[in-house]
């Protein structure tokens, strides 16, 4: 077998076998791999272009290529084998395992059935019924009666990962597997295996085996043929010579011919080994030390080593002793064997230092040892010949490394009072601070324990509120029904009206509840409108004159306008004014004074376009100053609340979070036993809401989220259910803007500024996902105004383009060096805008994309993002706003994302089974091949821009990732284009 093609002997004459032979000689391609002899003398010839057999008796040879109709689907053979019950085996590098169907004597009906699709190698062996091969570093069974294929787990222990390079089935019904400096040996019958190293002072890989008629198991390496012998367990080594054109052994090429002789093939021919005729020299050769060096430098006989002076020549010297200073030594050694010296094996131990011996081949016929500690240690060395056998002589060297002045006897008992003292003091230290610890201990404990029991109780109120809803809703329906049908008499109206208001009341406490918890799992949704405040209002006062009238309570509404505009959600400012009322009349005494006053605030720092206020003032009990601190705080109860025993403490709380999702505010002002008064600010207009153009009757479905920690402005932010980019446009042109917004209205969500300074207000409040900003407007300028938005971290991410009449290379790139990742000069078409922006996006998106591929999220199957979706939006701009930043990591990306470092770790890598850092890290060099492959600047730039600070470690983590460093990643890119155009 060869690349060649194939020679065929009979008696004296050879026939070649390849492409250019006449027929019937030809055959497919002359690249064989394979030879197995069928049940009719016929010859199969396994090659890279298909399947050829000689018949011999007829001088006609056939040919098998993969097609359809035939099931074979490779063409590329591996390896053929012969069945027990005489079935041809056709192992396929690309396809698999196939064997024979049909009569095996009429070739041209012949078919195949594909077996396994798991494997396709040389590497494979028939015995007891059974096929045996090898993939990688396991061995694998299939059972010829059953078709059942298993993994070999008692033979794979042994192989400790690493690949099995060869398989042979010996006479004595066992499985040889070559692998790394040894062979496997494994008994189907028990289901054992051992491991018989091979010890020839380097690293050898066995990959071809065959057996001679002893049963003795013989392998080829690229430097010797080994023999072992199992019964003996002794191996013997023949090296080959150095001239010999064979460089190399294919993995499973052997045979054994009927004189006994084995036959191993390679790259440039075969091995014939006559077993017969094999027989060692019984030479054992003397082994002696030749040479030593102390801290890198040759000592010779006479030299000084420090205070000592080596007397005789090294090779006879039995003691070497050496100073601490010079405790770094090296020696060589040899054995008196000089044919092959290099094939020769050692094995040395240094007896105080090393646990086991250590062995070398005449290639590196040194040991080294560095900086010994003091102490006794004696050096032993024994070789072999080049054959494997090994003297039973020794070279023995005794050495002695004396302590240094700092571990002399004085300095040892200073020593040891040093030590006592410094226990004496570190147990008085310990036992102060385990006090300590034990102090905080507890401290944390009595902590997480009041924090569980505020989490069930909250829990436990929500299962309860859940629970109670239903009975809640079958009770309100028939109550209604009574109430319409009109035959009850006053008294029992009177009930039912009773009955049907409680539940109403029952009804709202508890969908406080639920939105109680919706605002601490950041899940409230909320419906923005735009609502008359003056008769909303009016319309809740009126809810509770009945009260007023029972109570006795002098009650009023009091408004400075007919109408008052407001753009909130009904239902939240609902039950804010119902809250605030609700307490208003429980603690205000009979003959009281309620007024609910509404008016209209003047524009302000908080309030650009004015705001609504609405004053709700009693004349109750009132709050001291240390309760008004905490009267918004959850489950907060005044002393006099808890002494009437009602109230859930979540009332107010809830009030002021309802406030802050409309970017108003709530304050009280109370005096003891004087009254309270609640003080409600609302921003009037539609600037702090996600779009500016809302229609006057338009109903916007809003998600209210918590903003992160590093911006200050509020504690909400409210975003836009639409799934459409938000752009914001910032020019002191209304015209401009108007035209931008009109023409891409369609495909993108667009909010406004007239200046620099109101959209870096803007840029905080709304997280835009690109920027188009003018140049020259009033108060702050398009340059500084991306010079801030890219110096802060939480706005860094965001793609700014610039437009500008300023038409002059030095100013476009003032704009470029302070940030701006597009520069377009007045006049502008609106399609070459669009491109820009769907760019920015879609460069944006493949990043998304690509940590989404590495946290394996589940497809979104509905309209609205799922948690995980969320959840890798909010990574991925983290790591984009810090991707500069090399001081970057995984503390500051917990810290962002709002979670400990454990339980960001413990999400991730249930994900995608990456740490934090190997995501960090992946997603830095991600970034670094778009912008190398959009020629984003040169490799240093780029390297600096995604948060690597050594170039050095940045190619190597580049080339680990694609296989190429960043200038050759950069350059074959723009190659492949070119070729790909021809």
């Known amino acids: 077998m060869c690349r060649h093609g194939l020679y065929h002997t009979t008696g004296k004459i050879i026939f ?24 009719y003398n016929r010859i199969w010839i396994g090659t890279a272009g298909g399947i050829n057999i000689w018949d ?27 069945g027990p019950d005489n079935t041809m085996w056709v192992s396929t590098y690309q396809g698999g395992l196939f064997k024979t169907q049909g009569d095996l004597k009429n070739i041209d009906l012949l078919r195949f059935e594909r077996v396994s699709d798991e494997f396709g190698s040389e590497k494979i062996v028939a015995g007891a019924n059974s096929l045996w091969f090898a993939m990688y570093n396991d061995l694998y069974r299939l059972d010829l009666t059953t078709g059942k294929q298993e993994k070999i787990e008692a033979a794979n222990s042994e192989a400790t990962k690493n690949d099995i390079h060869g398989l042979f089935y010996s006479s004595k019904n066992k499985v040889w597997a ?18 018989h190293a091979i010890k020839t002072g380097r690293d050898v890989l066995i990959s071809s085996l065959n057996e001679d008629n002893d049963g003795n198991i013989w392998g080829t390496t690229n430097h010797f043929v080994i023999k072992y012998s199992p019964l003996a367990r002794v191996t013997e080594l023949f090296p080959l010579d150095q001239n010999l054109p064979l460089k190399s052994f294919y993995s499973g090429c052997s045979a054994r011919n009927p004189q006994g002789e084995l036959l191993f093939g390679g790259d440039n021919g075969y091995l014939t080994i006559q077993t017969s005729r094999t027989q060692l020299l019984n030479f054992q050769p003397k082994v002696y030390i030749t040479s030593l060096a102390i801290n890198n430098k040759t000592v010779n006989q006479g030299d000084t080593i420090g205070r000592h002076v080596l007397d005789r020549d090294i090779s006879i010297a039995s003691h070497l002793p050496v100073d601490y200073a010079h405790r770094s030594i090296a020696m060589q050694f040899s054995s008196l064997h000089y044919w092959q010296p290099h094939a020769n094996i050692y094995a040395y131990m240094l007896e105080g230092f090393d646990e086991d011996w250590l062995y070398t081949s005449g290639q590196k016929n040194f040991a080294i040892y560095s900086n010994l500690s003091s102490g006794n240690y004696t050096f032993r060395v024994r070789g072999s010949n080049n054959y494997g056998q090994w003297s039973e002589q020794e070279a023995v060297l005794t050495i002695k490394v004396k302590p240094p002045l700092f571990l002399s006897t004085v300095f040892l008992a200073l020593y040891g009072v040093l030590l006592i003292t410094s226990i004496v003091i570190g147990m008085r230290i310990y036992s102060t601070r385990l006090k300590l610890q034990n102090e905080l201990n507890i401290a944390r404990i009595e902590k997480q324990h009041g924090e569980a029991l505020i989490q069930a109780r909250q829990q436990f109120f929500t299962n309860i509120s859940h629970e109670l809803r239903t009975p809640v809703s079958l009770i309100m329906p028939p109550i209604q029904q009574l109430l ?45 409108s735009r609502t008359n405040l003056v008769a909303f209002t009016h319309e809740i006062q009126t809810l509770f004159t009945d009260k007023a009238h029972r109570k006795k309570i002098n009650y009023h509404f009091q408004a400075d306008l ?51 206020i609405i004053e709700i003032s009693d004349s109750g009990i009132g709050l001291n100053a240390h309760e008004k601190e905490k009267i918004f705080q959850p489950f907060y109860q005044t002393d006099e609340a808890r002494l009437m025993e009602s109230g859930t403490g979540i009332g107010l709380a809830l009030a002021s979070e309802y406030i802050k999702l ?55 932010r409210l975003d836009l259910q ?73 706005t860094s991410h965001i793609g700014i383009i610039l437009i500008t009449a300023r038409t002059l290379v030095t100013q476009q790139a003032e704009g470029i060096r302070e940030g701006a990742d597009v520069y377009i000069t007045k006049p502008f078409d609106i399609d070459l805008l669009e491109a820009h922006i769907d760019h920015l996006l879609a460069r944006k998106q493949e990043l998304t994309n690509y940590l989404k591929q590495i946290l394996h999220t589940p497809p979104i199957t509905t309209n609205k993002e799922n948690e995980d979706e969320k959840f890798v939006k909010k990574v991925m701009n983290v790591i984009e706003a810090n991707i500069s930043d090399p001081g970057f990591g995984v503390e500051q990306l917990s810290e962002e994302i709002g979670m400990s470092a454990s339980y960001l770790y413990r999400k991730l890598k249930s994900l995608t089974q990456l740490s934090t850092n190997d995501i960090i890290k992946k997603y830095r060099l991600k970034k670094a091949a778009i912008l190398l492959r959009n020629k984003g600047g040169n490799v240093t730039e780029i390297m600096y821009e995604v948060g690597f600070a050594n170039l050095s470690y940045f190619s190597k983590c580049f080339k680990a990732e694609y296989g190429l460093n960043p200038k050759d990643y950069q350059q074959q890119l723009s190659k492949s284009s070119v070729d790909l155009n021809l």
């Not at 250019?20 to 049940?39: F, R």
């Not at 008052?564 to 239902?571: G, H, K």
Request: charge should be negative; hydrophobic fraction near 35%.
């Open 662 to 716: 409309h970017y108003g505010q709530i304050q009280v002002e109370s005096v003891k036993g004087k009254g309270t008064t609640f003080v409600v600010q609302l921003p009037l207009g539609k600037h702090h809401l996600p779009v500016d153009s809302i229609h006057e009757e338009q109903e916007l479905e809003l998600v209210a989220t918590k903003v992160p920690t590093h911006l200050p402005q509020k504690a909400y």
């Open 484 to 528: 319409k049908q009109g035959t009850l008499d006053s008294t029992s109206r009177s009930l039912i009206s009773l009955a049907e208001k409680n539940s109403h009341r029952l009804l709202r406490v508890i969908n406080q509840i639920l939105d109680f918890r919706k605002l601490e799992n950041d899940k409230l949704e909320i419906k923005i």
């Open 16 to 39: 070649i076998f390849d492409t250019n032979s006449k027929a019937p000689q030809k055959i497919l391609l002359n690249n064989v791999y394979a030879l197995e002899e069928d049940a």
């Open 722 to 794: 639409s799934n459409k980019p938000l752009v914001l446009l910032i020019d002191d042109s209304p015209d401009m803007i108007e035209f931008v917004q009109i023409s891409l209205a369609h495909k993108y969500n667009f909010i406004s500024a007239e200046n620099g300074e109101e959209g870096l207000q803007k840029t905080s409040s709304f997280l835009p996902e690109v920027i188009i900003s003018d140049v020259m407007m009033p108060v702050m300028d398009g340059i500084t105004f991306c010079k801030k938005i890219k110096e802060n971290s939480s």
């Open 562 to 612: 007919q109408e008052l505009p407001v753009w909130m959600d009904s239902e939240k400012i609902e039950t804010v004014l119902f809250n605030i009322l609700s307490n208003a009349f429980k603690f205000t005494p009979q003959g009281g004074t309620i007024h609910v006053n509404l008016k209209q605030g003047s524009p302000s720092e908080g309030f650009p376009d004015g705001s609504a």
């Open 178 to 195: 070559g692998t790394q400096n040894g062979l496997i040996e494994y008994d189907p019958q028990q289901n054992k295996s051992n491991f």
């Open 56 to 82: 011999e008796a007829n001088q006609k040879m056939y040919a098998i290529t993969a097609n359809p109709t035939n099931g074979l689907i490779t063409n590329y053979i591996a390896r053929i084998l012969r």
